[in-house]
T-cell receptor, first 113, second 109 residues
Framework: NAGVTQTPKFQVLKTGQSMTLQCAQD?????MSWYRQDPGMGLRLIHY???????DQGEVPNGYNVSRSTTEDFPLRLLSAAPSQTSVYFC????????????FGPGTRLTVL | KNEVEQSPQNLTAQEGEFITINCSYS?????LHWLQQHPGGGIVSLFM???GKKKHGRLIATINIQEKHSSLHITASHPRDSAVYIC???????????FGTGTRLTIIP
C-alpha cells in the first residue's frame, strides 16, 4: 500500500491564482481530512469528509473548497490564493472505529507570493 | 485560552534518559491522540487513547480523564527519538481534531 499520497510536494503561486492540492489513499478509509500547519501554531483542520459525497468545514475553511467523489481521493482547491495561505498542508485519513489513529500524507509546502 | 496545552515546549536530554511530555486540556473529549513529527516534516500517529495506558515499544501514553491530563513517556531515549511530539483532542463522531503546538524533543548522544 502507498498509504496517503499528496501532490505536489512544493508549489509557488502568485496572489489570485487557483490550484488544487491532490490527496489519495489506498486503504479504503472512510474519513479524510485536510490540515494546515503554520509556524508557532498547531495543525488546524480546514475541511474533512466522513465518506464519499460527504464533506464538512473545519476550523479554517475560508478560501478553500473540497469534494469527495470517490473514497480514495480528497482534493483541496484554493480558489484565489492569498499570501495568508502560505503554509504546509497535510492530508490525513483513517478508518472508522473507536481506537484508530490517523495516517498522514507527506505534506505540500505552498508559498503564495 | 487554548483548549490544549503542552509542556514543556522544548526539551533537551541525554541519550538514555527517561522522557515525559505533558498534555493538559480544558474541554470534554472522547479520545486523545499523540503524534510524532519528524525533522523532515512527516507526521506519524503514535497513540489514540480514551482511558488508561497504552504501550508500544519504548513509548508509553497515559490519560487521566478526570484530571484532563495525558502524558507521553519515552524510556531509554535515543537520538532517533528527536522530533516534535503533538497532542490532539477528538470527539467520536466528530473529525474536528484540536491540536497542541507540540513539544520539540532533542536527544543528545
Amino acid at each position: 500500500n502507498a498509504g496517503v499520497t499528496q501532490t505536489p510536494k512544493f508549489q509557488v503561486l502568485k496572489t489570485g491564482q487557483s490550484m488544487t492540492l491532490q490527496c489519495a489513499q489506498d486503504m479504503n478509509h472512510e474519513y479524510m481530512s485536510w490540515y494546515r500547519q503554520d509556524p508557532g501554531m498547531g495543525l488546524r483542520l480546514i475541511h474533512y469528509s466522513v465518506g464519499a459525497g460527504i464533506t464538512d468545514q473545519g476550523e479554517v475553511p475560508n478560501g478553500y473548497n473540497v469534494s469527495r467523489s470517490t473514497t480514495e481521493d480528497f482534493p483541496l482547491r484554493l480558489l484565489s490564493a492569498a499570501p495568508s495561505q502560505t503554509s504546509v498542508y497535510f492530508c490525513a485519513s483513517r478508518s472508522g472505529g473507536p481506537d484508530v489513529g490517523q495516517y498522514f500524507g507527506p505534506g505540500t509546502r505552498l508559498t503564495v507570493l | 485560552k487554548n483548549e490544549v496545552e503542552q509542556s514543556p515546549q522544548n526539551l533537551t536530554a541525554q541519550e538514555g534518559e527517561f522522557i515525559t511530555i505533558n498534555c493538559s486540556y480544558s474541554v470534554g473529549i472522547s479520545a486523545l491522540h499523540w503524534l510524532q513529527q519528524h525533522p523532515g516534516g512527516g507526521i506519524v500517529s503514535l497513540f489514540m487513547l480514551s482511558s488508561g495506558k497504552k504501550k508500544h515499544g519504548r513509548l508509553i501514553a497515559t490519560i487521566n480523564i478526570q484530571e484532563k491530563h495525558s502524558s507521553l513517556h519515552i524510556t531509554a531515549s535515543h537520538p532517533r527519538d528527536s522530533a516534535v511530539y503533538i497532542c490532539a483532542l477528538s470527539n467520536f463522531g466528530n473529525e474536528k481534531l484540536t491540536f497542541g503546538t507540540g513539544t520539540r524533543l532533542t536527544i543528545i548522544p
